[in-house]
């Protein structure tokens, strides 16, 4: 890998990324990878088969350009949104992406720019002030409460003052995995309609982006943002296909919207950004929603048992923080002095977790029942360590 720090002088990157480094957590190959939020189970056989079944099939057309509009896609993300979230979906209110980074900079493009904001929870998703970045959007942010809700008043209030085009939430959010329940979410989403929009045309609202990446892995029962869409014009929600759904290297995201909001993604998307290599394998794996979700259940269970687990340890006498989490991750420690300390103590033990998130605090994500027996055999050696 070439040093990411060398960008010869005499090149004329933007001036303001001047000094940026690329995102992203660190790629090692250990034992135990816990560090970004993925489904620790591999692909099933009979769903690789059907994978390279689909692949097959149209490799013999990629001389072609993909269908642009990736309707059988967006047909089967439709099946699959009704069977998930019991939601009721045309084809033109769903649109895919290279993952939903790629939609997110999608709706970045659309609904951003030079002169607009977009307006967020602290803390949250750390990408986000990237898209910003690289669309010339002002970010701002809102302190969350402290047990990691939403702080609805002050973020109203935030939102008259800056007046932003989009309003960002994370449900679940990430790092903390705090839900956003939905009574929160409709009183946003109304306040919304009675905002206008800084720089924007007279009698425009903000759009109010509903990030639900890790939305699989709620409690059962509980509502998801995309039974809302009909109901909100401005209200777009983007999920992936990542996380639950165990398909990360194979870079698929959604949104859920109105055909309108579909409208200006289309505007700003490259053309044929999704390859015909892309469609076939998700098509194939929406074809297998049974087997991809099977380790949800289960997951989750791990999710609640570890929180439990953590709960009872103890850092220098003072017992462990755990935030509440709807998501495949936890947020632990809080009073964690030395974060790099503890993450270099685990990695020597071949347990990658992540430093992020408020200070004294870091993250896991759930990995399968053994992996889970590794970390925390390797963190009550750290936790025993640092005594
Ligand atoms: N949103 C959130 C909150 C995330 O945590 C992530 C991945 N870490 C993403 C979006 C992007 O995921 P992907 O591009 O793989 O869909």
């Known amino acids: 890998m070439s040093d990411a720090s060398i960008i010869p002088a005499d ?67 439709c099946r699959y949104l009704e069977r998930e979230s019991g939601a ?3 084809v033109d209110e769903v649109w895919a992406a290279n993952g939903s980074n790629e939609i997110m900079l999608q709706l ?40 990691f809700s939403i702080d609805v008043a002050a973020t109203m209030e935030r939102i008259a003052q800056v007046r932003p085009s989009m309003v960002l939430l ?25 905002v206008g929009v800084a720089d924007a045309a007279e009698g425009t609202h903000p759009v109010v982006v509903v990030d639900e990446a890790y939305i699989e892995f709620r409690d059962p029962g509980v509502p998801s943002a995309v039974t809302l869409v009909n109901d909100y014009p401005n209200l777009v929600v983007s999920r992936t296909m990542s996380k639950a759904f ?53 997951l989750r269970d791990i999710r609640n048992d570890t929180a439990q687990w953590l709960a009872g340890q103890t850092y220098r006498g003072i017992p462990l923080q755990v935030a509440p989490s709807q998501s495949n991750f936890l947020m632990f420690g809080g009073s964690f002095d030395d974060r790099d300390a503890i993450f270099k103590d685990l990695l020597g033990q071949g347990v990658l ?20 027996e590794q970390f925390k055999t390797a963190l009550t050696q750290t936790l025993r360590r640092m005594e």
Do not use: K
């Not at 390279?52 to 149209?58: F, G, I, K, L, T």
């Not at 904001?117 to 959007?137: H, I, K, V």
């Not at 679940?172 to 995995?177: F, S």
């Not at 977790?353 to 889970?372: A, H, L, S, Y």
């Open 108 to 147: 970045f493009m659309a609904f951003g720019g030079p002169g607009r904001s977009a307006l967020s929870c602290d803390p949250t998703y750390s990408m986000y002030p990237e898209y910003a970045r690289d669309t010339f959007t002002q970010w701002e942010l809102c302190p969350r409460n402290a047990d």
């Open 11 to 77: 090149l004329p990157l933007r001036n303001d990324l001047v000094g940026e480094e690329p995102y992203g957590a660190p790629q090692l190959d250990v034992p135990v990878c816990l560090n970004v939020n993925e489904n620790p189970y591999d692909v099933a056989d009979a769903v690789a088969d059907s994978i390279a079944r689909r692949v097959r099939e149209v490799a013999p057309s990629l001389n072609r350009y993909p269908d642009r509009e990736h309707i059988a896609l967006r047909e089967a993300l």
């Open 353 to 372: 977790i992540r430093v992020v998130g408020p200070d004294g605090w870091m993250r896991v994500c759930m990995g399968t029942d053994e992996e889970m």
């Open 88 to 90: 009721s979906l045309n």
């Open 170 to 194: 994370t449900s679940p959010n990430n790092p903390t995995g705090t839900p956003l329940p939905m009574d929160e979410l409709r009183a946003i989403l109304d306040y919304c309609q009675t």
């Open 246 to 298: 165990a398909f990360a290297g194979a870079r698929v995201g959604y949104a859920v919207a109105n055909a309108g909001i579909i409208n200006c993604m289309r505007i700003v998307r490259m053309p044929y950004h999704l390859s015909a290599v892309t469609q076939a394998v998700a098509l194939a794996a929406l074809d297998h929603t049974d087997e991809q979700l099977a380790q949800v259940a289960h």
